[in-house]
């Protein structure tokens, strides 16, 4: 499984971002997707997750209202859209696949990572 991230970027607070990830294989209907992120010196920590189908969606208190996570499985493709970013949504962006279908709210419910994106949202 190869999860390509891309999307990421330079932007001023207020304003917005799509990270989009990409992903091979030909099973990724049946799993669960996630974005994390994660600030230098500091753990991976969740933004949002979703299940198989895209019905069910977690997302963290940080980010709740700003984001939304979609995925569109007849592209192999999840998404993550953010408005009204602020400095402190600065990180590098991961997504994943999970390990099922359904779980999808904690760092070990996932197996597969991409490599990254860089978000950097300017004062």
């Known amino acids: 499984v190869q999860l390509q991230a891309s999307g990421g970027g330079l932007v001023q607070a207020g304003g917005s971002l799509r990270l989009s990830c990409a992903a091979s294989g030909r099973t990724f209907s049946s799993y669960a997707m996630g974005w994390f992120r994660q600030y230098p010196g500091k753990e991976r920590e969740i933004v949002a997750g979703?299940?198989?189908?895209?019905?069910?969606?977690y997302y963290a208190d940080s980010v709740k209202g700003r984001f939304t996570i979609s995925r569109d499985n007849a592209k192999n493709t999840v998404y993550l859209q953010m408005n009204s970013l602020k400095p402190e949504d600065t990180a590098v962006y991961y997504c994943a696949r999970a390990r099922g279908g359904y779980g999808y709210r904690y760092l070990t419910d996932y197996a597969y990572w991409g490599q990254g994106t860089l978000v950097t949202v300017s004062s």
């Open positions: 979703l299940s198989w189908s895209g019905g069910s969606t």
